[in-house]
């Protein structure tokens, strides 16, 4: 019924998150009317990303230079980590624009449920830079759940015998967010980590 | 703060239609998430559309062969067309499984206010067709609208002096929606279509 082409491109839009049959003919088709230019642009852009995207060998965020932009400035306080998921976690951070510190992308969580041990996500580095950068402060900003919790303990329990301080960002309500739209467990463990009105 | 590979992928994603900075940033990572294998077939379907679609110089339809697949069918009634705005409105009414004629593709709608005028639709080739082919009906499917029935009234006027019967379908409300939904305006034209319960 489609043209290959077309039909070609809906199966590659539907192995995007949250695209599905529907979107993905209607973004095709949008794409179908895109200008020449726009479509080499495009598919150029995607070719860049299968050959320059790699990740930095010191944080493990995906960049495509050598070191990535913050690794590579002499700016930045390496005395402190924000330890995150994934690369674009970094970006929110970064968009944050109060925080000097450096990065280490873990690219994973710890899930022994679903097959991922301690060795398969980027935390042999992570050992490495604590003990070479004389860091002082490592500061753990995973999603909470289970498999955060899980890594966020088997980091603090990895660093302990280096002079640092494992830290992570209280479990709490979000700016505006009204309290009714909170599930219980969030609110238990906001209690738990409650703090002094100061 | 993005690779610049990727800050090229998210502006092209923007180009797409309801996809706004957050979902291009959301779709890009997952587009750096995939295999060399998918990238490449990711950037060759775009390519491909470049290369490859094109006008059926018959219906106006987009396709990639010299004529489209349904032009292309001597099984299909050439006597009844349906008159469509877009190319992608043919996938609805193929799905549909029941219509063996032919289809004519516009490309747009007149709509002087915007500098659309006859000319500038696919026009001149539905009224050569009428003359060689023998269409017998004539079948406008645009969207209810100012611009679509300027350019069904148009259709019918150049088609008036060919023995051909040119029709619409009723403006109504779709199958399973409550009535509440529906605009006052489409009510109207829903009671003027009104036809006897058979």
């Not at 580095?125 to 402060?137: A, F, G, I, P």
Request: proline share 4%.
């Amino acid at each position: 019924m489609y043209p290959s082409s077309i039909r070609n491109l809906i199966e590659c839009l539907k192995d995007l998150p949250g695209i599905g049959e529907k979107s993905a003919e209607r973004l095709a088709y949008a794409v179908v009317g895109f200008d020449k230019d726009k479509l080499d642009n495009f598919a150029n852009s995607i070719i860049s990303i299968k050959e320059n995207i790699k990740k930095c060998p010191i944080c493990g965020c995906i960049t495509d230079m050598d070191k990535c932009y913050i690794c590579n400035d002499d700016n930045r306080d390496s005395s402190t980590l924000f330890v995150v998921e994934k690369s674009k976690d970094i970006i929110l951070f970064e968009k944050m624009g109060t925080y000097n510190g450096r990065y280490h992308v873990l690219d994973g969580l710890i899930s022994p449920m679903d097959g991922v041990n301690p060795e398969d996500i980027n935390l042999s580095s992570l050992v490495k830079r604590v003990q070479d950068d004389n860091v002082r402060e490592v500061i753990v900003v995973l999603k909470p759940s289970i498999e955060g919790e899980t890594t966020m303990q088997y980091i603090k329990k990895i660093l302990s015998k280096y002079n640092v301080k494992v830290s992570k960002i209280p479990i709490g309500i979000p700016m505006g967010t009204d309290i009714e739209y909170i599930d219980t467990m969030t609110l238990e463990m906001a209690f738990e980590d409650r703090k002094d009105v100061a």
